[in-house]
């Protein structure tokens, strides 16, 4: 029996990004890996978890958990949201009825590029688009999931990587704290537009659709002059 | 508008302390990845991690074997359960020798509040440490647990300091530096009273540990007739050995030094055939709320060891400096003390203040792991003091999105929902704390 891959859009990918969970659809399927929607799933949880709601967290994370089960693999084009099911799952559903679900389907999820790298072993996906661009490492994916090489790689392959100076300093998102103190999360948005644009690439890449609608509605406000885009976009682009 | 908006949009609007502190804090940070890099630092952390975590477990046993060994080494000491104690203690101690007393830094006696209350007793204190001397003449707080001037520039250090001096000094460092040098020097030889904090108490020996830069300290300690230390209650190691893996954790990880120009260890009170040395040493341990978060599940943060590498890192920090948090400790320590020490003060929103981007856990030297705790915070406050409006906010979302037609339906509803510039989702609650800086650009 083949095995049962779904594609998980997180709601940022639902509600703003859709094209970045279609270029994540392609790009695996270049991999040679065909996914299926998730029907029934919605949200991994985390606004309400990193809120300290956790009830109101577990309740949505539950509906999500069980359109998951029976899949072998889970794929996330988010960094946050993977890291919340992988990582936070665990204690949300500690003492649960469905802490063993939980504790199963946690270890099935995996970031994309995580999972083209480390799973699939393609390294290299598409042909060279002669730019340059430079890596915004989310928070969650490179301190709790640990995750810096994958994307690097992946980028390598496609166009010129530089580096961003302190690449791997919050964006500013945070999620509600976004709203919760807006002038802070702004000033640090800003921190990394600055940082983009001494790196001197004309393209920013990040793995998660919450710093990219941060970064890019910064940079869109104040017209800064770079593109954001999302890792399955720009290697969609190259294939 | 909370408190830390407040506050934080004040530091924000403020040019050049944001300039400051944020090429400051950057500094000091990479001072430190610099000093880590030569020895195995993530071995000495997970030791330095260990031994906190044993010392504050076996706590009441060791600071009875501390103050038996000070009272031995002839230290005076005071238990103190809450700052007024403390204070009523120090302020007594001090009257009975004069009304000057020079003082070194101490971040407990922020938290007591001790300058204020000795002054308003009719007591002269003069902060020694450099940066402490310069925010004090300002009539402002430490901004940083160790760089407690890291807001000034020096333009503002020279028209601080000039009125003092009573003559044009200029802004050139080494020039500022020597006035206050000459300044406090006198106060240094009058005073008959120093008092200055603790970085560590050594339990086996009855040793009072003091790390710093200038000197000052050595002065308080060692030149006044009476030396009055206090020290936060937690503040202890179990051996001398112990404290050889803790202090280049606090060095390198506060200034990325490998060791710090002075680090004294006090064994107490002159004895009969020394030159020098002060005649009486009180130390006063401060419990003020810390045995209190030691039972519950906060206790790691007593764990801390005050080196301020959490705020240097801080990305939150770095915008809006240390009095943004509204008490005595500023960045994710402060975010996460704040509300455990002072939880009658209205500041657990600090939970709150962080992106949880989790820097801070990667680079504290005993790993605390502070984002975890600041997700605690959250836990406790959305049961205990969040609003109703926030609540109900939740339980909507939730409601909603425990069911897949009504997800599928608000999240394709949201495709349409492009922001570009302020109006019109300025009229749209919460969405307006959006787009107020920022658009939404949906990629369909």
Not at chain 1, 148 to 169: I, N, W, Y
Request: hydrophobic fraction near 40%.
């Amino acid at each position: 029996m083949p095995a049962m891959i779904g594609l998980f859009p997180t709601c940022l990918g639902d509600a703003v990004h859709p094209q970045v969970v279609r270029d994540a659809e392609r790009v695996l399927r270049a991999a040679g890996v065909e996914t299926a929607p998730i029907p029934r799933a919605t949200c991994c949880g985390q606004p309400a978890w990193n809120s300290g709601f956790a009830a109101d967290a577990r309740r949505v994370a539950r509906q999500t958990l069980r359109a998951m089960a029976g899949l072998d693999a889970i794929v996330v084009p988010s960094g946050s949201c993977t890291a919340m099911m992988r990582l936070h799952w665990r204690h949300l559903f500690h003492g649960d009825r469905d802490q063993a679900l939980a504790e199963r389907t946690s270890s099935r999820v995996f970031e994309l590029s995580q999972y083209l790298v480390d799973e699939v072993g393609a390294e290299a996906l598409g042909t060279p688009l002669g730019r340059t661009v430079t890596y915004h490492d989310s928070c969650h994916m490179l301190r709790e999931l640990r995750l810096a090489e994958q994307p690097r790689k992946l980028l390598r392959a496609v166009a010129d990587l530089r580096e961003l100076p302190r690449g791997d300093r919050c964006c500013g998102f945070g999620g509600t704290f976004s709203v919760r103190y807006p002038d802070v999360a702004t000033a640090m948005a800003d921190d990394k537009l600055a940082s983009a644009a001494a790196s001197g690439a004309e393209t920013v890449v990040s793995a998660d659709p919450g710093c990219i609608m941060h970064v890019e509605g910064r940079a869109a406000r104040i017209g800064a002059d770079v593109r954001v885009v999302h890792l399955a976009s720009i290697l969609a682009e190259a294939l | 508008m909370t408190g830390f908006e407040r506050r934080s949009a004040a530091a924000l609007h403020d040019p050049v302390r944001l300039q400051n502190v944020r090429r400051f804090s950057e500094r000091a940070h990479d001072n430190r990845t610099a000093s880590v890099g030569s020895i195995d630092f993530e071995a000495l952390r997970t030791e330095g991690a260990r031994l906190r975590a044993e010392a504050v477990a076996d706590l009441p046993a060791l600071l009875d074997r501390f103050q038996r060994n000070l009272e031995q080494n002839g230290v005076v000491v005071h238990r103190a359960a809450t700052g007024a104690d403390a204070v009523a203690y120090i302020t007594g101690v001090v009257l009975r020798h004069g009304t000057e007393v020079v003082k070194g830094k101490s971040m407990a006696s922020e938290e007591i509040g001790l300058n204020e209350r000795l002054q308003a007793a009719g007591v002269d204190v003069t902060e020694t440490d450099l940066g402490e001397f310069i925010v004090q003449t300002a009539g402002e707080a430490p901004e940083h647990i160790i760089i407690p001037a890291i807001h000034k520039s020096r333009a503002a250090v020279r028209a601080l300091l000039e009125p003092l001096a009573g003559e044009p000094i200029g802004d050139d460092p080494a020039d500022l530096t020597a006035f206050a040098r000459a300044h406090l020097r006198e106060r240094f030889l009058r005073a008959p009273v120093g008092i200055t904090g603790v970085n560590f108490g050594v339990a086996e020996t009855g040793t009072l540990v003091l790390v710093e830069n200038e000197g000052n300290g050595r002065m308080c300690s060692g030149l006044p007739r009476v030396h009055i230390a206090i020290m936060g209650m937690e503040r202890l190691v179990a051996t001398m050995a112990d404290l050889a893996t803790l202090l280049p954790l606090l060095i390198r990880s506060g200034t990325g030094q490998k060791i710090t120009s002075y680090v004294s260890l006090v064994g107490g009170p002159r004895r009969g055939d020394e030159a020098d040395g002060p005649e009486e040493v009180h130390l006063v341990i401060l419990d003020n709320g810390r045995s209190r978060v030691r039972e519950t599940a906060y206790r790691s943060v007593l764990h801390c060891i005050r080196c301020g590498a959490c705020q240097n890192v801080c990305p939150v920090y770095r915008q809006v400096g240390g009095t943004a948090y509204g008490w005595v400790y500023g960045g994710p320590i402060g975010a996460v003390l704040t509300p455990l020490l002072h939880p009658q003060d209205g500041l657990d929103e600090l939970g709150q203040a962080s992106s949880l981007c989790a820097a801070c856990d990667d680079v504290c030297p005993v790993r605390i792991p502070l984002h975890e705790l600041l997700l605690g915070l959250r836990r406790d406050r959305a049961v205990t003091s969040a609003g109703w409006l926030e609540r109900l906010a939740f339980r909507t979302w939730s409601t909603a999105w425990s069911r897949p037609w009504l997800y599928r339906l608000t999240t394709r509803a949201a495709r349409h929902v492009n922001i570009r510039g302020q109006a019109p989702a300025m009229h749209v609650p919460l969405l307006k704390r959006w787009a107020r800086t920022r658009d939404v650009r949906v990629k369909r």
